[in-house]
């Protein structure tokens, strides 16, 4: 019986979702992975990110977005799996900002990290 668990997201683009990893400062392997569980069970994954106590976690594309994917028995991170998300989830939505802006000609003109966390961004563009 496998001990992984696997929670959607609203992820759908793998260079936005590494550029919010590591912005965040969370060391990622790139490329197929196998993601390390309970009793050396293992899980495919697009990446993986290796915790200090042998057990991973990882991002896994399932058709239509990325999962999470990991033993949650041996979860090791700072914040809750939600909590997790939530940071991932805002800094890949900021990257995807930024990316599909730029390609059809905006450059960030202002940006503010508030209090809150949220960031508000300004972006222009000349014609």
């Given at each position: ?13 793998l260079e936005s979702l590494q550029s919010a990893l ?61 909590g997790f998300l939530r940071k991932i989830t805002q ?37």
């Amino acid at each position: 019986m496998s001990h992984f668990s696997q929670i959607k997201t609203q992820i759908r683009n793998l260079e936005s979702l590494q550029s919010a990893l590591s912005d965040l400062g969370i060391q990622w392997k790139p490329g197929a992975s196998e993601v390390r569980g309970y009793r050396g069970q293992t899980h495919a994954a697009e990446l993986a990110i290796e915790q200090d106590n042998g057990y991973d976690l990882g991002f896994k594309w399932n058709g239509k977005e990325y999962e999470l994917v990991a033993d949650l028995q041996y979860w090791q991170q700072d914040l809750t799996v939600e909590g997790f998300l939530r940071k991932i989830t805002q800094r890949y939505a900021y990257r995807t900002v930024l990316k599909e802006t730029e390609k059809i000609g905006f450059q960030v003109a202002e940006q503010q990290e508030n209090t809150d966390g949220s960031i508000r961004l300004v972006v222009q563009r000349w014609s």
